[in-house]
Nanobody, 120 residues
Framework: VQLQASGGGLVQAGGSLRLSCAYS????????MGWFRQAPGKEREFVSV????????YYVDSVKGRFTISRDNAKNTIYLQMNSLKPEDTAVYYC??????????????WGQGTLVTVSS
């Protein structure tokens, strides 16, 4: 299983970014896919998760209404559309594959991180 995240960058507060995560080697049984983030000096935090069919998705409260997770299985890619970005969204964002869970330990497969910096 391989995951490759991209799309991070520098954006002003109120702006938008779309993160992508290309994956290979996944099967429906192990392909709940999530986004986590880790800010400097903080623990890795759950952001969002989506199931194989895109019929279920969950978000941490702090991003509800601003972030949208989606996936295109034909392109083997998941996305995180981030709108109305805030400085507190600054972090390294990671995509991961595993079980539907808020816990990073329940995701055995991880991509490399992509840095999102939101300036005030």
């Amino acid at each position: 299983v391989q995951l490759q995240a991209s799309g991070g960058g520098l954006v002003q507060a109120g702006g938008s970014l779309r993160l992508s995560c290309a994956y290979s080697g996944l099967f429906p049984s192990n392909s709940y896919m999530g986004w986590f983030r880790q800010a400097p000096g903080k623990e890795r935090e759950f952001v969002s998760v989506i199931n194989w069919s895109s019929s279920m998705s969950y978000y941490v409260d702090s991003v509800k209404g601003r972030f949208t997770i989606s996936r295109d299985n034909a392109k083997n890619t998941i996305y995180l559309q981030m709108n109305s970005l805030k400085p507190e969204d600054t972090a390294v964002y990671y995509c991961a594959a595993g079980s539907v869970s808020y816990r990073a330990d329940d995701y055995p497969y991880w991509g490399q991180g992509t840095l999102v910096t939101v300036s005030s």
